[in-house]
């Protein structure tokens, strides 16, 4: 075949490029393999900054319910003390207020009113008297200032200024004497 066939017309240009359209071309297949290589690749790489990024996500959400939580509790904490510190400034006035009526002071008239209106506030609040005569004598909410006894069952047989507390805080202590009690039953 390497004769000349002058039947034959010479492939032009055109038919040349047809040709080899129409014929497969490997390295166009080599490439693409490539590119779906390197797609692959690339989707794995942002697979993983995405779990990274979600993972730091999940830490930072915590850290801000942390902060939130802390604060919360300290804002809480901070109400409560500022709350006991303006109760224990009156007090005084409570302990002027009981000794009225123990005197009869407080049976009627204006005074009696603001009693009511000042022990429904602090009621409010959640102020709670304590030491009673009779009750059993604890040191961390009693100072006894007068000791009557062996001290085998002590209780309060004076209480000379009653103690307060409020919510689980004790606001002051209740000043008291001591005796001792009837036996504790034995059980």
């Known amino acids: ?25 490997t390295s166009q297949e080599a490439a693409g393999a490539g590119s779906a290589d ?3 690749d690339e989707l794995a790489q942002l697979t993983a900054e995405l779990d990274k990024v979600g993972t730091e996500l999940g830490y930072a959400k915590a850290e801000i319910a942390n902060i939130r939580r802390n604060s919360l509790a300290r804002i809480d904490q901070a109400v409560a003390t500022e ?7 009156f007090l005084d006035v409570v302990d002027d207020l009981d000794r009225a009526r123990a005197h009869g002071d407080l049976e009627a008239g204006p005074l009696k009113a603001l009693s009511d209106k000042l ?6 609040l959640g102020l709670e008297a304590f ?9 961390e909410l009693h100072e006894a200032v007068q000791m009557e006894g062996d001290g085998g069952n002590p209780v309060l047989a004076a209480v000379l200024r009653k103690g307060y ?18 036996p ?4």
């Open 1 to 25: 075949m390497t004769e000349f066939d002058a039947d034959r017309d010479p492939l032009t240009e055109a038919a040349r490029t047809a040709a080899s359209e129409a014929a497969p071309d």
């Open 38 to 40: 390197q797609a692959v």
């Open 83 to 89: 709350r006991a510190s303006v109760v224990v400034k």
């Open 119 to 124: 022990a429904g506030v602090f009621g409010g």
């Open 131 to 139: 030491g009673d005569e009779g009750d059993a004598f604890d040191a």
């Open 165 to 182: 507390r409020l919510g689980d805080r004790v606001l002051r202590t209740a000043m008291v004497t001591v005796t001792d009690g009837p």
């Open 184 to 187: 504790a039953p034995v059980e």
